[in-house]
């Protein structure tokens, strides 16, 4: 908060439509430019995979990408699939997840893959709502899942980006 606006409001107040709209483009040719690249991120202006995207906003939670990277990687040759990890031994996934921490993010996205595949895969979510009722998935998780993956509009103001709009405001 800023004042007693929220970031967000006091953005849309203080910067117009058009510099907004530079912002925006400005902040997206910096991100084609300078991005890293990570193994569950898809290239620039693409959708993300939904599997990838959930495990990684899974694991991210409280977890720096560095860290997370091999984990990623060790999980995804044991678990290529949404259906993969749905049909494995929860024993087996929290051994990948060994080392991480916070096992009840692992039984969470173990039981959020059996639902998603019970309900018909990531098509049978029906949307936000879907999303926000999976396991583990808060509205920080949830937004980042449907904007990534399914290009909702579903932003979440976090402390980076908090941080970037309260030094474009000074």
């Known amino acids: 908060m800023i004042g007693r606006m929220s970031v967000s409001e006091e953005f849309h107040e203080r910067f117009g439509t058009r ?14 430019a ?3 690249r990570l193994p569950w991120r898809s290239e620039p202006g693409e959708l993300g995979e939904f599997y990838h995207v959930l495990v990684s906003e899974s694991m991210l939670q409280q977890t720096q990408v560095a860290t997370v990277i091999d984990y990623f ?3 995804m040759k044991s678990f290529p699939t949404l259906d993969a990890l749905a049909e494995a031994d929860e024993q087996e ?3 990948l997840w060994q080392g991480l921490g ?3 993010r692992a039984r969470h996205l ?8 019970d309900s018909g895969g990531e098509e049978g979510l029906g949307g936000m709502d879907g999303i926000r009722d999976l396991p583990g ?3 920080y998780t949830a937004g980042a899942i449907g904007s990534i993956a399914f290009g909702m509009a579903e932003p979440v103001v976090d402390g980076n980006v ?3 709009v309260s030094r474009l405001m000074n």
């Open 19 to 32: 510099r907004r709209r530079d912002f925006i483009r400005a902040l997206l040719r910096w991100y084609v």
């Open 34 to 36: 300078s991005h890293r």
């Open 73 to 75: 990687d060790r999980f």
């Open 93 to 95: 996934v929290l051994r």
């Open 102 to 104: 916070y096992y009840r």
């Open 110 to 117: 173990h039981a959020a893959a059996r639902r998603i595949c």
């Open 137 to 139: 998935v808060g509205r």
């Open 162 to 164: 908090a941080r970037v």
